[in-house]
């Protein structure tokens, strides 16, 4: 079975703080993503990785950066928290580029205060 | 027009009651679809993928309509454990690939 793994559950940072959320995959999948999921506008893509060293922006990667150096490990980055990136954040991972089901972690919900 | 549109709900039906949730897209090129399940402050989990000729898992029955441009899920026979939002999911594979959520719809099954 599929393991995504997020790093933390719950985590509250302060405005202006570099926060590191941590991925890992389990399953030798290429491709992973990062989401951020707010009431009323369902997931959104921030960025994603098909392979290591490789990144693609998504809809929304204003004010995020990701960096992948294996292939198990996905890393979003806030390099300066503010307020409104107070959210539930989603790592998922596939396996190839077929439109597979992506697999999802158990989210962090973030608070920025 | 947004890329995926779901009725949000709430959807408040009883328990041993039939439900069904329609999605349309925009994307003719959409290639992969699937349902996925998502229960409150957790993470969504795959419910089922829909093939074209419709299938069936358990209680369960996806549906595709390509000329109309929408998904469908059917429950039957309600369970409270069905409660829960569920999300509609496109593939469209061009240019690469790109992944489309639905904001989803709610369930609520009542004793």
């Known amino acids: 079975d599929v393991k995504v793994t997020q790093s933390s559950r719950y985590l509250v940072k302060r405005t202006g703080e570099k926060v590191f959320l941590e991925c890992v995959q389990d399953?030798?999948?290429?491709?992973m993503f990062w989401y951020r999921q707010d009431p009323g506008l369902g997931l959104r893509l921030i960025y994603f990785s098909y392979d290591v060293k490789m990144k693609e922006k998504g809809d929304i990667p204003e004010g995020y950066s990701v960096s992948r150096e294996k292939k198990e490990r996905f890393s979003l980055i806030l390099e300066s928290a503010s307020t409104n990136q107070t959210s539930m954040y989603l790592c998922?991972?596939?396996?190839?580029?077929?439109?597979?089901?992506?697999?999802f972690g158990d989210g962090t919900r973030l608070s920025i205060l | 027009r947004k890329e995926v549109e779901q009725d949000p709900g709430p959807f408040n039906v009883p328990e041993g009651a039939t439900v069904a949730f329609n999605c349309t897209y925009s994307?003719?090129?959409?290639?992969?679809f699937f349902w996925y399940r998502q229960d409150c402050r957790k993470e969504p989990k795959l419910l089922m993928s829909?093939?074209?000729s419709g299938n069936e898992d358990g209680r369960f029955t996806a549906q595709l309509n390509r000329a109309s441009q929408y998904i469908s899920l059917l429950i039957r026979d309600s369970k409270l454990s069905d409660s829960a939002t569920y999300l509609c999911?496109?593939?469209?594979?061009?240019?690469?690939?790109?992944?489309?959520f639905g904001a989803g719809t709610r369930l609520f099954v009542k004793a």
């Open positions: 994307n003719s090129a959409s290639q992969s």
């Open positions: 829909v093939y074209s």
């Open positions: 999911v496109l593939g469209t594979g061009t240019g690469g690939f790109k992944t489309i």
């Open positions: 399953m030798d999948h290429e491709n």
């Open positions: 998922a991972s596939t396996p190839d580029s077929q439109n597979r089901p992506q697999h």
